[in-house]
């Protein structure tokens, strides 16, 4: 009797804990999308990591009215950087080291538009760190510039949470490619079959 006393003690705790940790912060997702930060050409800009976006210098973002997103942002190493959208007036914390990352979670508009993004830090928003959000029920391809990611660190530590459908979701992915070329490149690849058969004669 006193162990099922002490089980049912132990159950409710961790259940009054688990409530804790979940109960009202939890916020159902329709859409997440993940950025890192870069310099290109001189210039300070967002770098797209997740899925449609990935390699895509301020990708445009998309989300359906009144959806609720989450964007991470992680620190590509050039400087400390956060991603604001005024609009709704949120902003994730402010990444400092290279490799640091900081989500925002958010009810978009109900109104269709575009509702800008930009990081808030001294003046980088000037310096390149700016793009869209458009808010419609249509899909929205991601207009900005393309370019190959580089398998940064910070992009690798994107994948490890949970953003490996950007190079797993095609074989085709630069990031996939950009990856295995030093190795097919390599005088050890293909392996080489030092041993010979020779055919015996029929």
Request: proline share 6%; glycine share 8%.
């Amino acid at each position: 009797m006193k162990k099922f006393s002490k089980f049912l003690v132990l159950t409710i705790l961790l259940g009054l804990f688990i409530a804790a940790c979940t109960g009202t912060s939890f916020q159902p997702v329709d859409k997440e999308y993940v950025l890192t930060t870069d310099l290109r050409e001189g210039r300070l800009v967002f770098l797209g990591v997740s899925d449609e976006i990935n390699g895509i210098e301020n990708p445009t973002l998309s989300a359906v009215p009144g959806s609720t997103i989450t964007v991470t942002l992680i620190n590509g190493g050039e400087g400390q950087h956060d991603i604001t959208f005024p609009e709704v007036n949120v902003s994730t914390d402010v990444v400092k080291e290279k490799g640091e990352e900081a989500s925002v979670t958010f009810a978009v508009s109900t109104v269709h538009g575009e509702m800008e993004y930009f990081d808030s830090v001294a003046n980088h928003a000037e310096l390149g760190m700016r793009g869209i959000l458009m808010v419609s029920t249509s899909d929205v391809m991601p207009a900005a510039v393309s370019s190959t990611s580089n398998g940064d660190p910070a992009v690798l530590a994107a994948f490890q949470k949970g953003a490996c459908g950007s190079c797993h979701g095609s074989m085709e992915s630069p990031t996939l490619l950009a990856w295995l070329r030093p190795i097919f490149q390599t005088s050890a690849w293909p392996p080489r079959n030092t041993s010979r058969v020779t055919p015996t004669p029929a």
